[in-house]
């Protein structure tokens, strides 16, 4: 595994133990920052860092979605979109509601409007404009 998807699985790790403890959406600024700079700043690892995205989803001791949803917002990368539709038509086919919700809010990350990018992240956000 490279240092840079070990650094990426790192930022999961302590953003979620961030919202662990304060369980304040707007922690997780600084996370994801880091995590959005180190995926722009290494393009030749998009495909290892899209696949990254989708196991921290399933990934319990790391797992943050709002983490996904902020890095989705700025990078919104189609690959990433696709493969959180295939789960979403899964997890419905299937009835699996205990992931529908998640999955849909990381689907609305990549949207313009995503409400929570000026609720919770305005002030990335806002610098980003």
Not at 57 to 73: K, Q, Y
Not at 104 to 122: K, M, N, P, R, S
Request: proline share 4%; net charge negative; glycine share 4%.
């Amino acid at each position: 595994m490279s240092a840079e998807i070990t650094e990426f699985e790192a930022i999961f790790a302590e953003a979620r133990e961030k919202l662990e403890a304060t369980y304040d959406q707007p922690d997780l600024i600084p996370y994801g920052a880091r995590l959005v700079a180190l995926c722009q700043s290494h393009p030749e690892l998009r495909e290892q860092f899209a696949r990254a995205f989708i196991r921290m989803f399933f990934d319990e001791a790391r797992n943050e979605v709002s983490l996904i949803e902020f890095a989705m917002h700025v990078l919104r990368w189609p690959e990433v979109k696709l493969a959180f539709e295939a789960l979403s038509h899964d997890a419905v086919s299937k009835n699996d509601w205990r992931i529908i919700n998640p999955i849909g809010h990381i689907l609305d990350a990549f949207e313009d409007g995503w409400e929570d990018a000026l609720d919770f992240y305005g002030n990335y956000f806002k610098q980003r404009t």
